[in-house]
């Protein structure tokens, strides 16, 4: 039986191009992490390694390549698993946005158009 999110999103996904980042702001413990798809209600990322401490909000900053794009968007974790059994595990997690104000929106926007392999329709 196959599973349709088309249904259950709000927001269509748009996988990202290489060098598209996350910072997961953890004091110390920061590391950015690859983003696998984004759309404005959130994102997906990997990384390798053990599971992330889980918190019930962070600040993220969204990177193209060295360039900062957004900010302190504030996201709640939605997902972490595992994608496979090793000595270091490779690892996708998932975020979505909470409340954002327009100037965030409108980067969130301008990360998609720039990180995304089709970038949003113009309205």
Do not use: W
């Not at 992330?52 to 969204?62: D, E, F, G, R, T």
């Amino acid at each position: 039986m196959s599973h349709d999110t088309s249904k259950v999103r709000k927001y269509p996904r748009h996988k990202v191009v290489q060098r598209a980042l996350v910072l997961i702001n953890q004091g110390l413990d920061s590391l950015p992490f690859h983003i696998v798809d984004v759309s404005k209600g959130g994102l997906a990322y990997r990384y390798l390694g053990p599971r992330l401490k889980q918190s019930k909000a962070y600040k993220v900053n969204l990177y193209h390549e060295t360039e900062l794009i957004v900010e302190g968007l504030p996201v709640k974790p939605i997902s972490d698993q595992s994608l496979t059994k090793s000595t270091v595990p490779l690892r996708r997690g998932s975020f979505r946005f909470e409340t954002l104000d327009s100037e965030q929106n409108a980067l969130i926007e301008r990360f998609i158009n720039t990180c995304s392999e089709q970038a949003l329709p113009t309205t």
